[in-house]
């Protein structure tokens, strides 16, 4: 499968019709994927999960109209993916990594700097606010749901399927979980400065499915015992 491309007049979400963008949330799945090893020289206390966002459109299933799946098929064609057997449109628009932690590990932060940057970084964001977070939820559990990076191709932006793709992981993991965290800057900036300065839009972003700044590192936390947006009412 080819990357994305806005090269010539290559078909982009934002060129097909107002219904089928407003219904590629209801075409996502996330595809999970953890490596589990008995010989990990990596201190206990933390597993690594990678995850992959797919949006599925099944031709001729008689609820599209025919105009729809031509612009899929064009849609697809502009990513090299061809239609299953099953008629079926898979197209990969974005990825996450993801890691969690037990903070009754005694070594979960050494598991969290043995890892990479961006979960480094997270550790020694989430050492710094360990107190009042197990303050707030000591009695809820012990694990910590770490979002280390979450990229979405850029032209299936605008549609809010990172927070959909974010709200199925929260709802994954909040299971015997006590927070999910993530630092709200973009991924892609290598400048401190751009990534300061993007920290305010994506911070409103991620509020939209229940992050919510915490303390004074810059953290966004969510509180697993809140509902998130799709939650049916009791």
């Known amino acids: 499968m080819t990357e994305p491309t806005t090269a010539g007049t290559t078909p982009t979400p934002a060129s097909l019709s107002s219904t089928l963008q407003a219904d590629l949330s209801t075409m996502l799945r996330v595809e999970l994927r953890a490596e589990l090893v008995l010989n990990d020289d990596l201190p206990r206390g933390a597993q690594d999960y990678d995850a992959t966002f797919v949006v599925d459109y099944y031709l001729d299933s008689g609820r599209n109209w025919a105009g729809d799946d031509r612009e899929m098929r064009a849609l697809a064609l502009s990513h090299g993916v061809m239609p299953d057997d099953e008629g079926c449109i898979s197209l990969t628009i974005g990825r996450a990594r993801l890691v969690t932690v037990d903070l009754g590990y005694p070594s979960a932060f050494d598991a969290l700097d043995a890892r990479d940057s961006a979960a480094s970084h997270l550790g020694q964001l989430l050492r710094s606010a360990l ?36 709200e199925l992981l929260l709802r994954e993991f909040r299971h015997g979980g006590l927070c999910a965290i993530l630092d709200p800057t973009d991924p892609d900036a290598t400048d401190d400065e751009v990534r300061a300065a993007s920290r305010p839009g994506l911070t409103e972003h991620w509020s939209r499915v229940g992050f919510r700044p915490w303390g004074s590192e810059g953290i966004l936390v969510y509180d697993f015992r809140e509902p998130l947006p799709h939650d049916n009412p009791a």
């Open 131 to 166: 107190p009042d977070l197990q303050a707030q939820f000591a009695p809820v559990g012990t694990r910590a749901l770490l979002v280390e990076q979450i990229t979405v191709a850029p032209q299936f932006r605008g549609h809010q399927l990172s927070l959909t793709a974010v």
